[in-house]
């Protein structure tokens, strides 16, 4: 039956049709279809000999500019996208707001090949902020983002004015605790086999401690979009690609020459390990321990600050965006 008939008929009965439809909604290979909250500009360069084209939104300040940057990095089951609404809050707060999509990401190019590597997409970065006449911002990364961000302030710390990290990735070396390697070929027939009941699974286990929320939704959708559309095959290729680089090039243990003033925000339920479903029962226990890797990360980072967040997992500014974005304010 028509959507639209239903809607007439039957209130709550559309409602379910909706929710139904955006769970089945496919998009293009660089997230054509999709809905990003502010307009979608593009930074085309070359890179390792090929042209590339890096989505980004550049948003100006709602209020008063205060004359600071803020450039906001994704994870990688996260897209620009997912920062709305902290890209809100900071341009209601005066601060210019840059949300790249890396390439390899989300409304990004999908190169067939490319040597992914974290100094790669950190100078992507770097280019496309120059581009933009932006010589310092506060660079602050989500997860994925978060490891981007630590190797973005190390290649760059004179163009780097705060460093700000939200649950990041990389704060243990799961290879080196026992986690076997997966070759990208094993990883891309892993990927193939995305769905949103599987993103939905694995980020109510290790993201939300079980605890869901109907508004998660909308970015289960969009990543579950992308595995299911014309392009799954080059998505999947480079989701495979890009799990290899953040299972490969760990930053833990350069925290120590970190030397821009950090933020460390963690969510203190947050079990996120990747690679624990290839690990052994006994080492997987270990791995993903939030609440004790933030505290071991912000004494290897010279005068960092941690702010904690009980009770909150990988996402808190997602989870309880009120709470974050109280503390994310206070401390910049």
Not at 62 to 77: D, F, I, M, W
Request: net charge neutral; charged share 20%.
């Amino acid at each position: 039956m028509n959507p639209v008939r239903l809607c007439l008929s039957a209130a709550l009965l559309c409602f379910g049709t909706a929710a139904l439809a955006d769970t089945q909604q496919t998009y293009g290979p660089e997230l054509q279809g999709f809905d990003y909250p502010h307009p979608v500009k593009r930074f085309d360069f070359t890179s390792q000999g090929k042209p590339v084209s890096m989505a980004y939104m550049d948003v100006a300040p709602a209020g008063t500019a205060n004359g600071r940057t803020v450039v906001l990095l994704h994870g990688k089951n996260f897209c620009g996208a997912t920062w709305q609404g902290t890209i809100d809050v900071l341009t209601k707060a005066g601060f210019r707001v840059v949300v790249p999509d890396q390439i390899g990401f989300c409304a990004s190019t999908k190169p067939e090949g490319y040597q992914f590597s974290f100094h790669q997409l950190a100078d992507n970065t770097r280019k496309l902020l120059a581009s933009l006449g932006i010589e310092k911002a506060t660079v602050m990364g989500h997860s994925m983002g978060g490891m981007l961000a630590a190797r973005y302030a190390l290649s760059f710390p004179a163009a780097t004015e705060k460093l700000v990290m939200v649950n990041p990735l990389g704060l243990e070396d799961w290879k080196a605790k026992g986690v076997p390697y997966a070759t990208i070929d094993q990883l891309y027939q892993g990927e193939l086999k995305t769905s949103f009941d599987s993103i939905k699974g694995y980020q109510l286990k290790f993201y939300y401690n079980g605890q869901w929320k109907p508004e998660y939704d909308r970015w289960v959708a969009m990543q579950a979009g992308l595995y299911g559309g014309p392009g799954k095959e080059i998505v999947a290729w480079n989701q495979a690609r890009t799990s290899d680089m953040v299972f490969t090039q760990p930053v833990v243990y350069e925290f120590g020459d970190i030397a821009v003033p950090t933020l460390l925000f963690v969510g203190m339920t947050d079990k996120t390990a990747p690679g624990a479903n290839r690990a052994a029962p006994e080492v997987a226990r270990t791995l993903g321990n939030y609440a004790e890797l933030g505290k071991a990360t912000a004494k290897a980072i010279p005068g960092a600050r941690l702010i904690e967040f009980p009770g909150l997992g990988h996402s808190p500014q997602v989870e309880a965006p009120e709470t974050f974005h109280k503390a994310l304010l206070e401390a910049l």
